[in-house]
Structure formats: structure tokens, C-alpha cells
């Protein structure tokens, strides 16, 4: 067990809809990353919060968003869905801002879209 | 840009012989490399990561691995193989202008009984 919590574990879906992701850092960690894992992308860094500011970006479509709180847990927003969308994402922490640290991953929300 | 090339799918070994999973990376600075496994239906969990020092790196599992900065690899190797080694094995790298990693495309070692 990492100490990272992610809700929840599977999410079905319809296209054109809206889906929340949620994620709780292990505690202590102030960054918090999202990936995506899908078959044909491997696995893709999307963006990373770090105490609440948006610090990094990576292949983050402008349909996605993301934002993490005062209590350093963080969601990812997924709107105007498509079947390409369907994947694991992933959350993971770190204590710091910088990438030396390892990262701690979550299990993952596995999402579908119809 | 930083990237990282695992150059094999799969990776076949008998239990008890020596493993290796094959990483190259390319990045603009000095490379943080690390080690991820991913069991079925599980996150990826932390092996080992390189930063600075000692070419070999020690980690989790009895896994270890070799920094060769001349020939920018990192492969990932452990001297008897379990059949509960069997995994997904991802390398990832950062460099030093950037936060994020990039992860490899990851390689699927199998230990056979």
C-alpha cells in the first residue's frame, strides 16, 4: 500500500459526458502528479500540483483539468468525453517540487467510455 | 526533449537465473533515472532511482541497477530471478530543467518455473 488513495477504482461512462477523479496524496507529500496509461500511449504524465499550484505540464488535453486543495487532495476534471479517452489514470505524490524524489502511485482509476 | 527507450516487449528468464530489463535514456542535462514495477491491476511501485553517486544502485527485491553514462543506459538487473518477479518494468527519467518524468515504454518480464 502506497498511501495514496484514488477514487474511484472503475468509472463507466457515456461519450460527450463529464467525470471527476479524485486522488489523496500519502500524507505529508505536497506535489501530486496525474498519468494516463492507455495500450497505445504508454504511460503519459499529464500535470503536477505542488501545494495547491499548478507547477508542471505535460500531454494534458485542454478538455482535462485539474486542481488540488487546501487539504492537498486533488481531482482531475474530464469533459466532453471520447472513446479515446478510455484508460487508467493515475495519481501519484512526493514530498517536493523537484523530480529526485520517487513517487508514490496510486491504484488507479480505470475509466470507460461508452 | 528527455525521452527513454526500454528496446525489448517482453523479457523471458528461467527462476533462479540472472535477469536484465534494458533502458536508454536522452536527456539535455543530468538524467535522474528511476525503476517502476506494475503488477496486474496495481500502481506502479518504486524500485530504485539513480541521482548521483555509485554507478550501481541498489533497490527493493534484491533489484539493482548499473548507470553507464558513456552509453546512457540504466538497465535493471537482479542475479536470481523469482517467478514473482514477474511484471510490468518501467524506466523513467527526468532531467535536471524539468519536474516531470518520462516514462519508457515498459517491458513485460515473464520467470518461468
Known amino acids: 500500500d502506497s498511501g495514496v488513495t484514488q477514487t474511484p477504482k472503475h468509472l463507466i461512462t457515456a461519450t460527450g459526458q463529464r467525470v471527476t477523479l479524485r486522488c489523496s496524496p500519502r500524507?505529508?507529500?505536497?506535489?501530486v502528479y496525474w498519468y494516463q496509461q492507455s495500450l497505445d500511449q504508454g504511460l503519459q504524465f499529464l500535470i503536477q500540483?505542488?501545494?495547491?499550484?499548478?507547477?508542471a505540464k505535460g500531454n494534458i488535453l485542454e478538455r482535462f483539468s485539474a486542481q488540488q486543495f487546501p487539504d492537498l487532495h486533488s481531482e482531475l476534471n474530464l469533459s466532453s468525453l471520447e472513446l479515446g479517452d478510455s484508460a487508467l489514470y493515475f495519481c501519484?505524490?512526493?514530498?517536493?517540487?523537484?523530480?529526485?524524489?520517487?513517487?508514490?502511485f496510486g491504484p488507479g482509476t480505470r475509466l470507460t467510455v461508452l | 526533449a528527455q525521452s527513454v527507450a526500454q528496446p525489448e516487449d517482453q523479457v523471458n528468464v528461467a527462476e533462479g537465473n540472472p535477469l536484465t530489463v534494458k533502458c536508454t535514456y536522452s536527456?539535455?542535462?543530468?538524467?535522474?533515472l528511476f525503476w517502476y514495477v506494475q503488477y496486474p491491476n496495481r500502481g506502479l511501485q518504486f524500485l530504485l532511482k539513480?541521482?548521483?553517486?555509485?554507478?550501481l544502485v541498489k533497490g527493493s527485491y534484491g533489484f539493482e541497477a548499473e548507470f553507464n553514462k558513456s552509453q546512457t543506459s540504466f538497465h535493471l538487473k537482479k542475479p536470481s530471478a523469482l517467478v514473482s518477479d514477474s511484471a510490468l518494468y518501467f524506466c523513467?527519467?527526468?532531467?535536471?530543467?524539468?519536474?516531470?518524468?518520462?516514462f519508457g515504454s515498459g517491458t513485460r518480464l515473464q520467470v518461468q518455473p
Open positions: 501519484a505524490s512526493s514530498f517536493g517540487l523537484a523530480g529526485d524524489n520517487e513517487q508514490f
Open positions: 500524507s505529508g507529500d505536497l506535489s
Open positions: 500540483y505542488y501545494n495547491g499550484e499548478e507547477r
Open positions: 536527456v539535455s542535462g543530468n538524467p535522474y
Open positions: 539513480y541521482i548521483t553517486g555509485d554507478n
Open positions: 523513467a527519467v527526468r532531467d535536471t530543467g524539468r519536474r516531470a518524468l518520462t
